[in-house]
């Protein structure tokens, strides 16, 4: 059995999985959310890495699957361990020696999302309406319950860290980008998933939070992925004729 491990974004909470790993679950794997110590001052990527790790146990058919903040931690558990695939999700990718809080201006995210509200007829303040930004397309009873439940802490501690891989780690890694993604513009994923991994972003519908909004089409595309990762490589021998 597959194990789908879960990892949030910005305020760490597994809550955030918990539409999109039924789903995963009816499909026959075993979906792992994981809960991250964001509120802690004192933790920082290492911290996250260890979490993860802590919620994995000894499963070894692993999924990684990275929300938005999660792709500076996510990679961390791949040089550590064998995982069978990467899915960084509407994630951020980092560079050796980045710190999250340079990465926006080291990718010119903000005047992506600029140009990306005058496409679509937001006006440059809608950034700092979370309803807008982040819940757009989520089903008004689940922005209540998210409403309801408060905005996760998240400490700025692991932002100001560098990150310390010295290179991506050898892990198959696919990029899946929403096409409404306000905050990471589609447009922009690709360019920064060509630049810095030299691949090509798959693409789903829905905006960042796309397991809140979609989580059926995303356990689906989750579910895609890893079969084609269980896939044996192409063989590209020479069949001999008797």
């Known amino acids: 059995m597959t194990s789908y491990v879960l990892i ?44 993860i790790e802590r919620s994995i146990g000894d499963r070894t058919d692993l999924i990684l699957v990275a929300q938005s903040l999660a792709g500076f931690s996510a990679p961390l ?8 695939l990467l899915v960084l999700l509407n994630a951020m990718i980092p560079m050796p020696a980045e710190t999250g809080e340079a990465w ?13 509200f005058a496409q ?5 303040e809608s950034a700092d309406d979370d309803r807008i930004i982040y819940f757009h397309d989520v089903s008004q009873e689940v922005v209540d319950e998210a409403f309801r439940r408060g905005e996760p802490a998240q400490s700025w501690t692991p932002m100001t860290q560098r990150w ?11 990029v899946l980008a929403s096409r409404q993604d306000r905050l990471f513009p589609l447009e922009f994923q690709r360019r920064v998933a060509r630049e810095r991994l030299g691949i090509e972003a798959d693409q789903i519908e ?32 020479t069949i001999r004729r008797p």
């Open 77 to 84: 558990v791949c040089a550590r361990r064998k995982v069978t």
């Open 8 to 51: 949030p974004g910005a305020g760490g909470d597994a809550w955030y999985w918990h539409l999109a790993a039924p789903q995963l679950e009816a499909r026959g794997h075993e979906a792992i959310a994981v809960q991250l110590p964001a509120g802690d001052d004192s933790a920082g990527w290492g911290e996250y890495a260890d979490a």
């Open 120 to 124: 679509i007829g937001l006006p440059p």
């Open 104 to 116: 926006g201006s080291n990718t010119d995210r903000k005047e992506a999302e600029q140009a990306y």
């Open 164 to 174: 310390p891989l010295d290179t991506w780690p050898d892990v198959p890694t696919r």
């Open 206 to 237: 829905g905006g960042h939070l796309v397991a809140l909004s979609r989580p059926t089409e995303l356990a689906d595309r989750l579910d895609g992925f890893g079969l084609e990762a269980a896939l044996p490589p192409a063989w590209t021998g």
